[in-house]
């Protein structure tokens, strides 16, 4: 009896293990097909047009930002769509190019044994800007994790980098080379906008391009899986391009202005 | 017994370690405080430096704007007399200094050529690039002193702020002049 019972766990366990991976290969195959069905829905609108590399640029641009995961050995974008936005810049409207993405990296987690490593594909949704000047220097706004904002509400601020809002200095870190750049880029109008509509994406502004990472603020449900979430990628990097204070601007054209001269 | 005797020493221990740290960091505040001010300093003294350029300038095209042109002149040694430390009468020296400059910029609004001015724009460009750096400066540095007091004010280290004497520090407020003194350039 109990042998009997052994031997079905053992062809339990054997069809177990051979249908588990036809599976997902076939949920794998199926998600696919819908978020492609969903992809061209997408561009039949025509809002947006399908871009083989995001703003004409080669993932391996794209990776040397802090924002985007480089993975251990492997990382590329999917579903690329492309447009242009109007944004206001001191008083005067200007067209900017944006670009939304899918981004994958690979996660091999802790284990070093190479037998044990299991490649385990990570994703987020990504928009690019690219600005009609480059910004001084570097300022990333990173959004803090559960325990950062939990340490921080037991012990206080986190120590580093405040603005006014607490808010925002609870919900964000801020990495920069010049605080006073990174303090005109935060002005009220900015906290404001991130606090409100932009908690949990990362914002970062390197040269010519601002981008914005992470689960954006809404999604279209009518679009498959990561589709649904490009044209609101798309709308929160319109809306923080649009927050740039003027300050900031300022900055980065007498900056231009001086690199041009030949000065610092 | 052994067990005891750790629980004193924790007990002991977890008061000093608190009380380091809070010390530390109020030096630290502290310290940041002073150099902050110090690079708001400097960017007023700048913006003073700005004003007879300017003024040389405007009096060659506003030759009958006389009163506005030694108001911000008056303005300006007002400014540079105040303390050096961010007292009321600073505020107000400088904030009489902005309406000065404000004053001179409606002149210019009045006189096209004197706009037109390629050495005049360059100036104004430079003031507004001077004021946009005071305003952050400022922001950095009163959210500092937020954070100090906050610190100095509150459990524990209220106790180790006044045992070793940290003292108050004042907020700096000024208007915020760079939007109005801006020149329209396109970028």
Known sequence: MVEEALGWMVWAAIGVGVAAPLWQRTADRVRRRRARTAFGRLLERGQLDAAPLPLGKADLHWASFRALPVGHTSHHSRWAVTRTITVTIESEEHELRVAAFEWHWDDMGQRHEERARKVRWRRTVAAIVELPVPSPSRVSIVPLGPTDTMMGAIVGPHGGFEVESHEFNRAFTVEFRDDTLAMKLLDAGMQHRLVTSLQGQRVELDENWLLVVGRPSHRDDSLYGPVGDLPAVIEDARAVAQAIPDAFWRAARRQRERLLRGGR | ?187
């Open chain 2, 1 to 187: 017994m052994m067990l005891l005797a750790a629980v004193a020493a924790l007990a002991l221990l977890v008061p000093v370690v608190l009380a380091t740290r809070s010390y530390n960091l109020l030096v630290a505040q502290a310290t940041s405080i002073d150099a902050m001010w110090s690079g708001i300093d400097v960017e007023l003294q700048r913006r003073h430096d700005l004003v007879p350029a300017l003024v040389a300038t405007a009096s060659a095209y506003a030759t009958h704007e006389r009163e506005t042109l030694e108001a911000l002149v008056a303005a300006r040694a007002r400014a540079r007399e105040a303390d050096a430390e961010p007292s009321p009468g600073r505020t107000a020296a400088e904030d009489q200094l902005t309406d000065g400059i404000t004053g001179l910029l409606a002149v210019a609004e009045a006189h096209p050529e004197m706009r037109a001015d390629a050495h005049f724009r360059e100036l104004q460009q430079l003031l507004v690039e001077v004021e946009d750096r005071i305003v952050a400066s400022r922001r950095l540095y009163n959210v500092t002193v937020a954070s100090y007091e906050r610190r100095r004010r509150a459990f524990p280290s209220n106790a180790v702020a006044g045992t070793f004497g940290f003292e108050a520090r004042r907020m700096f407020e000024l208007h915020d002049p760079a939007a109005a003194h801006r020149p329209l350039v396109s970028i």
